[in-house]
């Protein structure tokens, strides 16, 4: 199970520390995405961590101010997003993938997925 918190209201430029506590297995044996949905607007990927393939990966919108991460004393994954936008606002999910070597792009290979969290970023 993935339980995603940590959104909230900000205004541009602010920084915000997405988390997403893993329960049930160890983050580590998944990639782990980032996935966001605006209103009015599909579900984009963010970002994700591979940790099987030590790898991020960052959607090129936020490359450069969004960070993914893993503690593994904790089993949590953040997603740090600095210099944030207007078009940052979104209900950010988090979701787990069980193969290291498949799209980290397409949402349908992930099999688990978090509630969301509300990022609203005011202008």
């Known amino acids: 199970q993935l339980q995603a918190s940590g959104g909230g209201l900000v205004w541009a430029g602010d920084s915000l520390r997405l988390s997403c506590a893993a329960s049930?297995?160890?983050?580590?044996?998944?990639?782990m995405g980032w996935f966001r949905r605006a209103p009015g607007k599909e579900r984009e990927f963010v970002a994700a961590?591979?940790?099987?393939?030590?790898?991020?990966y960052y959607a090129d919108s936020v490359k450069g101010r969004f960070t993914v991460s893993g503690d593994n004393a904790k089993n949590t994954v953040y997603l740090q997003m600095n210099s944030l936008k207007a078009e940052d606002s979104a209900v950010y999910y988090c979701?787990?993938?069980?193969?290291?070597?498949?799209?980290?792009?397409?949402?349908?290979?992930?099999?688990?997925w978090g509630q969301g969290t509300l990022v609203t970023v005011s202008s």
């Open positions: 979701a787990a993938n069980p193969r290291p070597y498949s799209s980290v792009l397409t949402p349908s290979e992930y099999e688990s």
């Open positions: 049930g297995g160890t983050y580590r044996a998944y990639v």
């Open positions: 961590l591979n940790h099987r393939r030590s790898r991020t």
